[in-house]
């Protein structure tokens, strides 16, 4: 079984940077399409940012495009989201899985952003 630890969470202003890791562990972690997703008060969990096995190939939501980058350490089993130029509704719990939510879901890092 595979767990998933997030981290790098906080209160920043607006326009501010923060990066979020993600370590893996229990199965092998490099042959998968990671993504990082999130959860704001009140909304459905919806997707941030993926990347593939070989971090070649990225893929952003429009609200995060130019703003955040994806990027993963396959011998870390770790995958990271750099956030810039934070906006208040980038305010949400901070999740990674496979792109398919494929494993058990972490408890999520807390992001949140001061206008």
């Known amino acids: 079984q595979v767990q998933l630890v997030e981290s790098g969470g906080g209160l920043v202003q607006a326009g501010g940077s923060l990066r979020l890791s993600c370590a893996a562990s229990?199965?092998?972690?490099?042959?998968?399409?990671m993504g990082w997703f999130r959860q704001a008060p009140g909304k459905e969990r919806e997707f941030v940012a993926a990347?593939?096995?070989?971090?070649?190939?990225?893929d952003y939501a429009d609200s995060v495009k130019g703003r955040f980058t994806i990027t993963r350490d396959n011998a870390k089993k770790t995958v990271y989201l750099q956030m810039n130029s934070l906006k208040p509704e980038d305010t949400a719990v901070y999740y990674c899985?496979?792109?398919?939510?494929?494993?058990?879901w972490g408890q999520g890092t807390q992001v949140t952003v001061s206008s």
């Open positions: 899985n496979t792109r398919g939510g494929l494993w058990s």
């Open positions: 990347i593939s096995w070989s971090g070649s190939i990225t």
């Open positions: 229990g199965r092998t972690f490099s042959t998968y399409v």
